[in-house]
């Protein structure tokens, strides 16, 4: 992955997303758009395959791939609360500002309460895509 301006080296993905060697991570919404670069980054931080939105083993953390048009986010966060281990983040990756499927990032604070979780931070993942951190609230 060569690095560009828009998003973070591997070792600062690597500290932004908090993810190491071993850890399952689900991955949710993938399609054609996503960016290839940032989930070959994951797999190579956590050594392996992401998970699909299938699998029934409990998870460290899910990425969250969402448009606008893709349903409804909230119902969407609630999945992924379905097989994550306590405490473990959700990574929602939404396009950035300007490009098609860019979600508000108000739509995002408001889903995640409702869901049962809050905001933690936002940053450039990708040069097309942004990563809002969720936790939990009981954690």
């Known amino acids: 992955m060569s690095p560009s301006s828009d998003a973070p080296s591997s070792s600062s993905l690597s500290e ?6 071993g850890q399952i991570v689900q991955e949710i919404g993938y399609d054609d758009d996503v960016d290839l670069d940032l989930r070959d980054a994951i797999e190579d931080l956590i050594g392996d395959e992401l998970e699909d939105e299938d699998t029934q083993e ?16 909230t119902d969407a966060m609630v999945d992924t609360l379905r097989n994550i281990d306590a405490g473990a983040p959700v990574w929602v990756l939404t396009p950035k500002a300007g490009r098609d499927g860019h979600v508000m990032p108000g739509e995002i604070q408001e889903s995640a309460g409702v869901a049962g979780l809050r905001v933690m931070s936002s940053m450039s993942l990708a040069p097309d895509w942004t990563g809002t951190r969720l936790a939990s609230r009981t954690n």
């Open 16 to 21: 932004a997303l908090n993810f190491t060697t």
């Open 58 to 73: 409990i998870v460290d953390a899910v990425v969250l791939w969402w448009r606008e048009g893709d349903g409804d986010l």
